[in-house]
């Protein structure tokens, strides 16, 4: 498949990210790479995993790689709005109101464990994703340009939580599942770790650093990157049998297919051509229409899954030529 000279900023941005980030994480590659197009989309992630498999790593590896501010919200039941996105206080000295900045003043943001912070902070964050701004007291704070939230959560601890609705997961470009490492991988983990790797110390691995301005720039690839009518009949056909599907009681919509569409041109990017073609779809369904998906209740019992339901449709939608 021919590397598209169109595509220079983004293949190497990406080729520096993934060469890079194998130096602190092991395997992955689809939290590695779901990531980067979280990144290059303007987007915010889902990533679902148990605990440690790499997902707090993931992001603070990338932070330290673009050179950016990094934050991190460690979610608990008594997590207040304010928490987040800061309070207004008196100046003692000019007894003066004064805004103090909460933490999504940030460019990589990491919520951890999101599903165990309460509705009413969840939907705090529904601004600062949606409009990356933050309004206190009728006043509107813009967040930095490169605003990104990588929420985590556990995909089987549920007392004490809160899952997240229809209207805050419509707000994640794509959810990202991290599987365990198979057995070579985590061989190799403890061989780093036995080396003296420590994920506490990122400053002593030596991370080569990128301009954030190289991101800017494959940023405005990805959105030059063509797509073909007959492919976005394609993405629609996908999403509107997610809606007629038997398991399905509310399927995708058009704003599902505009961000399917887009993370299948930042994969399409990422591979090095300046087009998409079907498998980027394929590859960029699952990523950005999973979590949008509400099985009915008997579905959920029989024990199917929205990957399921995504993969049946993917095979009975016809390819275009």
């Not at 992001?59 to 207004?88: E, K, N, W």
């Not at 460019?107 to 009413?120: G, Q, Y």
């Not at 529904?126 to 967040?143: A, K, P, Y």
């Not at 505009?258 to 590859?283: C, F, Q, S, T």
């Amino acid at each position: 498949m021919r590397a598209d000279t169109h595509m220079q900023a983004v293949s190497a941005f990406s080729q520096h990210v993934f060469d890079q980030m194998g130096k602190v994480i092991v395997g992955q590659g689809g939290l590695k790479r779901g990531c980067l197009v979280a990144l290059l989309c303007e987007g915010h992630a889902l990533i679902e995993g148990v605990p440690g498999v790499a997902k707090t790593l993931a992001v603070r590896a990338m932070s330290h790689l673009l050179g950016m501010q990094y934050q991190r919200v460690q979610c608990t039941a008594d997590l207040m709005p304010s928490d987040i996105i800061g309070t207004t206080i008196v100046n003692v000295t000019t007894a003066a109101f004064q805004f103090h900045a909460g933490p999504v003043f940030t460019d990589l943001l990491l919520v951890d464990e999101i599903n165990r912070m309460p509705p009413r902070t969840q939907a705090a964050l529904l601004e600062c994703m949606e409009e990356r701004q933050v309004t206190v007291d009728g006043e509107r704070h813009s967040l930095p340009a490169f605003f990104t939230v990588f929420a985590t959560q556990n995909p089987v601890e549920f007392e004490g939580t809160y899952p997240l609705p229809e209207a805050q997961l419509d707000r994640f470009l794509l959810k990202i599942r991290v599987p365990y490492p198979d057995v070579a991988e985590e061989v190799q983990v403890l061989a780093m770790s036995n080396r003296g790797f420590d994920s506490k110390h990122l400053d002593a691995v030596g991370l080569t650093p990128t301009p954030p301005a190289t991101l800017a720039e494959a940023r405005r690839e990805v959105q030059a990157v063509t797509v073909e009518d007959s492919l976005l009949t394609y993405i629609v056909d996908l999403v509107r049998k997610t809606r007629e599907w038997p398991s399905v009681s509310l399927g995708a919509s058009p704003r599902a297919a505009v961000n399917a569409m887009r993370v299948a041109k930042a994969l399409a990017a990422i591979d090095g051509r300046d087009y998409i073609i079907p498998d980027d779809v394929k590859e960029a369904a699952p990523l950005a229409l999973g979590h949008r998906l509400v099985l009915k209740p008997e579905a959920d019992l029989e024990g199917v899954t929205a990957e399921q339901v995504l993969a049946d449709v993917i095979r009975s939608t016809d390819i275009p030529k």
